[in-house]
């Protein structure tokens, strides 16, 4: 084990460990969005919940679940960690500030974004995950996934926290994505612009599907 | 030069040393628009001794851009506004008459104040202490051609090489961080065959002295290339990235 105590010890070694952890859970969201994109059949969720079926009882994705959790702390431990230890670094601030004469503002709002997502998957996971996971109300066949996602998204309330949750996706994606790549030492001359235009297509095709969700079963445009 | 025809509010921060908290001192200078930034702190300083008054103490050394010595932060920005070019180069020109100015020093941990605007960078010096070197003398030039470079591979470790160790890029950096300085220095030694064989111990020793500095850890914004007066690519530190964890996987 002493031969990756570096992951925790120094900086480059944390870096590491969080573009690691974030292309993990980039390949998470690829396949979380996809699967919740069959409602845009339209056929009263039957595609959807067959799909939620099967990824709620296979058991290699169930004890994925458990690589997808430890993979999730480790990138918010990690990133809070970071994000102090970075503050720390510079305890006298400036007094003029001109970050965006060379960065972009969600570059350098990475913890902030961050915080907001995980306030939100907090809500999220209760609403869907606790539900699924822990109640036998969907198991039980008292009602499918898609009711449940139909009745949640009923108030607007959540309607909101949910786009506000995938505007924060977004940005936080439009960094990391190709971030990763770069702590992790992947820079060439022709590949990374490739990184980085895929990086933004994914983004914002992945927020804007997510985002679309709610709003489409607020409006009863699934039905 | 053309005649002093700009009048400049400028606020200049003032400490006396490492221990003092500090402040902003407003001055007002007249200044010719040919006038480097520093030649313009030099009118200043000038004033400021006729008027019996402490001058801003600076670091400069060659004022033509090479020694990596001034490090004023202008209105935020390290070198001030323009891109590439470092505070001596810097010109009145590039501010209009009736500007006013902040003047900070370097503001990192690792680089304590001395006094006003000078900064010690000696943690810089202890980095390439740690293994920024080649440790085998290599003895009298041999035949050009006994080993083969690539011209790609010599052009991009000279773009490396061109890093003079200001310290903009750390001052630039929202996490007060050193990965371009430190990249540049493991990627002009990594891509020569003199620097190769020791770049695993050089790495990590390098790395690990950055970390013990205070220094902060690389978000990827990419400020510090685009204030860096050299314009040090960013993949250096792709390639830092890259050379210290193959170093740590085989053990190092």
Redesign the interface.
Same mark, same amino acid.
């Given at each position: 084990m002493k031969?990756f105590s570096?992951l925790f010890t120094?900086?480059?070694?944390?870096?590491?460990l969080m573009g690691l952890t974030g292309l993990f859970l980039i390949s998470f969201l690829l396949v979380h969005c996809s699967v919740n994109a069959c409602i845009f059949f339209n056929d009263e969720g039957e595609t959807f919940n067959m799909a939620a079926e099967f990824m709620g009882t296979n058991w290699i994705i169930r004890s994925m679940e458990f690589v997808l959790f430890g993979g999730l702390l480790l990138h918010i431990f990690q990133g809070l960690y970071?994000w102090k230890?970075?503050?720390?670094?510079?305890?006298?601030?400036?007094?003029?500030?001109?970050?965006s004469?060379?960065?972009?503002w969600y570059?350098?709002s990475?913890g902030i974004l961050g915080t907001l997502l995980l306030l939100f998957l907090v809500v999220h996971l209760k609403d869907f995950w606790l539900t699924s996971r822990f109640t036998d109300v969907i198991t039980s066949g008292e009602k499918t996934l898609f009711q449940e996602m139909k009745e949640v998204f009923a108030n607007p309330l959540p309607v909101v926290i949910y786009v506000l949750g995938c505007i924060s996706l977004c940005y936080h994606l439009l960094?990391g994505f190709?971030?990763a790549f770069?702590?992790?030492?992947?820079?060439h001359?022709s590949y990374?612009p490739i990184i980085q235009s895929t990086g933004r297509l994914f983004s914002i095709v992945v927020s804007l599907l997510f985002a679309a969700m709610p709003v489409a079963m607020h409006l009863d445009w699934i039905q | 030069m053309s005649n002093s025809n700009m009048n400049l509010k400028l606020k200049v921060w003032r400490q006396q040393n490492a221990n003092d908290t500090?402040h902003?001192e407003d001055y007002r200078v007249q200044a010719s628009p040919d006038m480097s930034f520093l030649e313009m702190f030099d009118v200043l300083n000038e004033q400021l001794i006729t008027e019996g008054k402490d001058p801003v103490a600076f670091d400069h050394d060659c004022r033509e851009g090479i020694c990596g010595m001034c490090s004023m932060?202008i209105?935020?920005?390290p070198h001030g506004?323009k891109h590439g070019v470092t505070t001596c180069q810097l010109h009145m020109r590039s501010f209009s008459d009736g500007d006013t100015i902040?003047v900070?020093p370097w503001?990192? $941990?690792?680089f304590p104040v001395i006094r006003d605007l000078s900064v010690n960078r000696s943690s810089f010096d202890r980095i390439i202490a740690a293994g920024g070197y080649v440790s085998v003398n290599t003895g009298n030039a041999v035949d050009a051609n006994a080993t083969l470079i690539p011209k790609e591979i010599a052009d991009e470790a000279f773009e490396a090489a061109t890093c003079i160790g200001c310290g903009a890029c750390v001052s630039?950096c929202?996490?007060?961080?050193a990965?371009l300085f430190v990249g540049a220095k493991v990627t002009q030694l990594a891509l020569l065959p003199q620097g190769r064989a020791e770049a695993s111990k050089r790495v990590v020793a390098m790395? $690990?002295q950055?970390?013990a500095e205070?220094?902060?850890?690389?978000?990827?914004?990419?400020?510090c290339s685009?204030?860096c007066p050299k314009q040090i690519p960013?993949?250096v530190?792709?390639?830092?990235?890259?050379?210290?964890?193959k170093a740590?996987?085989k053990?190092y």
């Open positions: 031969l570096f120094s900086t480059i070694g944390r870096k590491w970071l230890f970075n503050a720390d670094a510079r305890k006298k601030r400036y007094s003029v500030n001109a970050g004469a060379n960065s972009t570059s350098r990475m960094h190709q971030s770069q702590t992790l030492g992947i820079n001359k990374t | 500090g902003f932060v209105n935020g920005r506004p902040v900070e503001r990192s $941990n690792a630039a929202k996490n007060a961080s990965m790395v $690990n950055m970390d205070g220094f902060g850890a690389c978000t990827n914004t990419g400020a685009a204030e960013l993949s530190i792709a390639t830092l990235n890259r050379e210290y964890i740590k996987l053990g």
